[in-house]
């Protein structure tokens, strides 16, 4: 049941073509790092990356394949990710620049490492074209001399999860090392601030407005 060597590295090749390639998750991941730390990137990253398994699930079980075919279940998922998107933008932007920086003076007004975490996770894994994606990505793979597809999808999927922790979270890191560089004014936390959630907002309203089929 377990895929051969050559499929393996075809598989792990493209995955790591497709993580490093700019698309939405690595702007959010690159914007917030720079703009709340390198703590918080990270911790961001890792929950956009562990989203993913819910997609793998959602794939293996076949639950993709209805998502899509339904419009109806398209649309308000896609409404969902939109407006959480656009809520957390919209919150970024009304903070102080400092309010939610790991080095913030007030410890009430810290957000936790593990909230970053949470935004992430929820954030992947209620996104619609993300769904979709591992639909039509996953099953491009799978040996159906071996039989059991779906255990091979969750291979796969686990798999592209891993990875995509690493790569995430290595960005999360170095992206709060430029900010941290950055951010050395209040005024310029507080820009850079605004700037991860324009960055945000932007993703959020094209999701909103993508086409659903």
């Known amino acids: ?21 700019p698309g939405p998750d690595n702007l959010m ?12 990137g990270m911790m961001f990253g890792l929950g956009c990356a562990l989203g993913c398994l819910n997609h793998t699930l959602l ?20 409404f969902a990710g939109g407006v959480y998107l656009v809520h957390m933008g919209w919150q970024a932007i009304r903070s102080s620049g400092s309010a939610f920086r790991a080095n913030a003076p007030n410890e009430a007004e810290r957000v936790s490492s593990w909230s970053y975490f949470r935004r992430g996770l929820i954030a992947n894994a209620i996104n619609p074209k993300v769904v979709l994606f591992f639909l039509a ?26 990875q995509g922790a690493l790569l995430f979270g290595a960005l999360g890191y170095f992206a709060g090392h430029i900010g941290r560089w950055m951010s050395r004014s209040p005024s310029a ?10 960055v945000f907002i932007a993703l959020g309203v094209r999701l909103l407005f993508a086409p659903t089929r």
């Open 137 to 162: 990505f996953l099953p491009q793979f799978v040996d159906t001399s071996l039989g059991h597809a779906g255990w091979q999808i969750a291979l796969y999927g686990t798999l592209f999860t891993l």
């Open 59 to 78: 794939a293996a079980l076949g639950i993709s394949a209805l998502i899509a075919a339904s419009p109806v279940a398209f649309t308000l998922l896609k």
């Open 189 to 198: 936390s507080k820009w850079l601030d605004r700037m991860a959630g324009g």
């Open 1 to 21: 049941m377990i895929p051969a060597p050559d499929h393996l590295a075809a598989f792990m090749a493209a995955a790591l073509v497709i993580t490093l390639s």
């Open 29 to 40: 991941v690159l914007s917030l790092g720079i703009a709340r730390g390198r703590r918080e």
